[in-house]
């Protein structure tokens, strides 16, 4: 079993930064890929970013390509999503998750472990 907890998340204006974290605890978490998903009321949750294991091989959202950055420290068994340049658009709750393995997939339904969201809130 992996446990995920987010943090990070809040109120910001358009063009502003966040970044968030999502701790890991439980099983070796240094042997998964990662991902962080987002979902706004009414739509499908939706891969924005991930990272491998090794490599680290990264993929982003189209729709956050050049703003948004997946790092992870495995000693600290932590993920981070780095977001600059905020857009309205960007409000949603992320989840971080993770598939068993190490590699990423952009459908929700391949990740097992799931942490509960945090809020992010742009305003224009």
């Known amino acids: 079993q992996v446990q995920l907890v987010e943090s990070g998340g809040g109120l910001v204006q358009t063009g502003g930064s966040l970044r968030l974290s999502c701790a890991a605890s439980?099983?070796?978490?240094?042997?998964?890929?990662a991902g962080w998903f987002r979902q706004a009321p009414g739509k499908e949750r939706e891969l924005v970013a991930a990272i491998t294991w090794t490599g680290p091989s990264t993929y982003y959202a189209d729709s956050v390509k050049g703003r948004f950055t997946i790092s992870r420290d495995n000693a600290k068994s932590t993920v981070y999503l780095q977001m600059n340049s905020l857009k309205p658009e960007d409000t949603a709750v992320y989840y971080c998750?993770?598939?068993?393995?190490?590699?990423?997939?952009?459908?929700?339904?391949?990740?097992?472990?799931w942490g509960r969201g945090t809020q992010v809130t742009v305003s224009s």
């Open positions: 439980g099983r070796t978490f240094s042997n998964y890929a």
């Open positions: 998750a993770a598939p068993r393995g190490n590699y990423y997939y952009t459908a929700a339904s391949r990740y097992e472990y």
